[in-house]
């Protein structure tokens, strides 16, 4: 084992340049993904008609495929559709719409756990279905999804890993390029990376509990 | 619209590579509930060295990506002079990875149960084990039974991972399938069609137990 | 009351549909993932910048975007290998693609090049998110189904790499029991299949994968063409390539299909670089050795 080698400063700053891609994949998709998460998680709780049916179907099937068929369906099974997507925007579409259709149940579970009562009271003082949602409902249900969604961005962190597949060149790809140098810098590099990734997760875990002690 | 010919003249493929990542999920499965428990029972009891040990396994597993793990087991080892091929070495990668998840739906299940039922069960002279057997456990695998299939379905949609370290899967067979008949639309149509026979079941029926158990707890 | 709920699920459904549309255009105009800006291959449509030029098709894209984006390997040595030092890819294939595009566009430095495996090169190109693929393709009946290709512009043969001391001496000695490792996607695979019944090969993204594999110890044998091996060779002297080549492997440019234009001015490229000697220098470059005469 080599560590002197695998830690070379070229190939700290070529990982370095990895974790940033990893990490600007993960911030859009974060943002992306909660946007349409939370917008899909209402339209399935308001039980509009139709509407709501075929969103529940639609998330139903994009949550039960394995998001490493999504990212190279995004690649290359969009273009033959007519959709061209670089591997990028091909890697935020697969990562945004399938952990937007988990954070969906996340926020539809979490909109059902507000009590009944505490509907009837707000709509009973005079509120608009509307105004109950927006002032009652979500803040309510939203507090209760901080944790679930905190873990679910998490995953979504660690899912990057998967646009190796499209030679996306986030942290994965470039040490799968450094490892090819030599066989005795495997080892090394791969414990890097795992810290790495460990070490942005571990934080963002730490905010999380940090928002879920925050006194309500 | 769909080409059906992908399907016929490739059903062999589809077929050993379903057969593959159904018996990869199903051990590691069976792998990760036997170590997730040991997980939990470490996180969970008294001696601080093994809740340490507990939290730390779980805390590093759930922080690292299923992918890297893998490549610990592919890749790693065999600088340690341990060489497992894709096969296995993605299915305990996957096994490892789920277990953390598995302990955390354990301990969650046990700790839900009232530490009150605890007390009054050892009071009116239950010992430990009973205690354990005839009141925490079987109020626990009601709590337990819809997050681990949850895990379960996960597992199987994870098992695509083997597909990146020619682990002869589901996912891997699409990809030679692929090369051959280069429409990737059509293809990966069929693979997604055979991942959702696997986990749509496994959806319905986490969701029918949830329920269930819901009503009658 | 109800209808309002209904109004606000619509709301949210536009407003959706709208965020969708927005990722999407994003997707055209922004690259976050590639190396440069430029615009999409083939989204340009004709070009208004140059009429009176009789340029057709791909050939007016390129000129229209005053850049060409070719395909390459990241992974091979001597063909196309990403270096984590530089940033910069080089190689055999890298050096046509700038002489390709020093014909098209005056100047060899108007080039993108994108990283294509064995596996995603056809359907990029498809796509047209690339112009040309220049990534040790063998020309072969089935891909000429699926894209056309230029003259040949290296000539390659398929042969094994072993680690040193091995008892495989050559193809004769792999058997169905042998473990082998390539690339998916690869032509390597099928002839290797078809020589030795029975054998399946196990089968990676692409060679960096495939080649950390076997000297991970996953193989016995790693098999594709010549030309790739040796550079895996002079990459780690612990393997070498044994016996001789089993198949002819010709490597020709692949372009889209009813793309003319573009083929003649690729083969032109290529002959005029035999004729100023600028392919020999390359090739000796790259490969260590003077091209074989026809």
């Known amino acids: 084992m080599d560590f002197g080698q695998a830690y070379s400063p070229d190939n700290l700053r070529f990982l370095m340049e990895g974790l940033g891609m990893t990490l600007r994949l993960a911030l859009v998709a974060i943002i992306l993904s909660f946007i349409i998460g939370c917008v899909l998680g209402v339209i399935r709780y308001a039980r509009v008609p139709v509407l709501s049916k075929l969103v529940g179907i639609l998330v139903e099937i994009i949550r039960n495929l394995p998001l490493l068929l999504l990212i190279f369906f995004a690649r290359f099974g969009l273009p033959e559709l007519g959709i061209k997507l670089s591997p990028f925007w091909a890697a935020i579409v697969a990562l945004s719409i399938f952990e937007a259709a988990m954070i969906s149940e996340i926020v539809r579970s979490g909109l059902k756990s507000v009590e009944k009562g505490t509907i009837e009271a707000a709509r009973a003082s005079g509120l608009s279905y509307m105004q109950t949602l927006r002032h009652i409902i979500l803040p309510i249900g939203l507090r209760r999804m901080v944790p679930p969604i905190v873990s679910q961005f998490i995953s979504l962190l660690k899912d990057t890993s998967l646009a190796v597949i499209i030679s996306l060149a986030e942290l994965t790809h470039n040490a799968n390029i450094v490892m090819g140098q030599d066989i005795s810098i495997v080892l090394p590099t791969l414990l890097l990376v795992a810290a790495l990734y460990f070490a942005v997760n571990y934080a963002l875990s730490i905010v999380a509990r940090r928002l879920e002690s925050k006194p309500t | ?217 | 009351m109800k209808t309002r709920g209904r109004v606000i699920g619509l709301m949210l459904a536009v407003m959706l549909v709208l965020a969708g549309c927005g990722a999407a255009n994003n997707a055209n105009d922004s690259k976050g993932g590639g190396t440069n800006n430029s615009a999409e291959p083939g989204a340009g449509g004709n070009q208004a910048e140059n009429p009176g030029s009789k340029d057709e098709g791909v050939v007016a894209d390129i000129k229209a975007r005053g850049k060409l984006v070719a395909g390459v390997k990241f992974d091979t040595k001597l063909f196309g290998l990403k270096d984590p030092g530089s940033g910069e890819v080089e190689g055999f294939d890298v050096d046509i693609a700038k002489a390709i595009a020093k014909k098209l566009l005056g100047d060899e430095s108007k080039l993108e090049l994108k990283e294509v495996t064995s596996k995603t090169r056809i359907p990029m190109l498809n796509n047209g998110e690339i112009d040309l693929i220049i990534a040790t393709m063998t020309i072969t009946e089935d891909r000429k189904k699926e894209v056309d290709f230029s003259d040949v512009y290296f000539k390659a043969g398929q042969s094994i790499l072993v680690k040193k001391g091995s008892s495989i001496r050559s193809i004769d000695d792999v058997t169905k029991d042998s473990k082998v490792l390539g690339v998916k996607g690869a032509t390597s695979i099928k002839n290797i299949e078809e020589k030795v019944p029975g054998l399946k090969v196990q089968q990676y993204e692409n060679y960096q994968e495939a080649f950390t594999a076997l000297r991970a110890g996953k193989g016995d044998v790693l098999t594709t063409d010549n030309s790739i091996l040796y550079g895996m060779m002079k990459q780690d002297n612990n393997y070498e390539v044994v016996g001789s080549t089993f198949t002819d492997e010709p490597y020709g440019i692949a372009i889209k299909k009813d793309e003319a234009g573009l083929v003649k001015l690729v083969n032109e490229t290529l002959e005029e670089m035999k004729a100023s000697g600028e392919y020999d220098k390359i090739y000796e470059q790259w490969i260590g050795e003077k091209p074989a005469d026809e």
């Open chain 2, 1 to 217: 619209m769909i080409d059906l010919t992908v399907l016929t003249e490739h059903w062999e493929s589809y077929f050993i590579g379903l057969r593959n990542t159904l018996f990869a999920s199903l051990m590691a499965l069976a792998g990760s509930f036997a170590l997730g428990t040991v997980i939990a029972v470490f996180r969970i009891s008294p001696i601080k060295v093994l809740q340490a040990c507990g939290t730390a396994y779980v805390e590093l597993f759930r922080n690292i990506p299923l992918l890297l793990v893998v490549y610990m087991f592919f890749l790693g080892l065999p600088a340690l002079g341990i060489a497992l091929n894709g096969f296995v070495s993605g299915t305990l990668g996957l096994m490892v990875y789920t277990s953390a998840f598995i302990a955390e739906a354990i301990r969650a299940g046990i700790l839900a149960v009232p530490q009150g039922q605890t007390e009054a069960a050892r009071s009116s002279g239950l010992t430990y084990v009973q205690t354990m057997r005839y009141v925490v456990l079987p109020q626990a695998v009601k709590i337990v039974v819809p997050p681990i299939t949850n895990q379960f379905l996960n597992l199987v949609k994870n098992s695509s991972i083997l597909g990146v370290v020619a682990g002869l899967d589901l996912m891997y067979y699409g990809d030679l399938v692929n090369a051959d008949t280069y429409n990737t639309v059509d293809t990966y149509m069929f693979v997604a069609l055979f991942y959702l026979i696997l986990t749509l079941p496994l959806a319905y029926a986490s969701r029918l137990m949830e329920r269930r158990f819901a009503r009658s707890g």
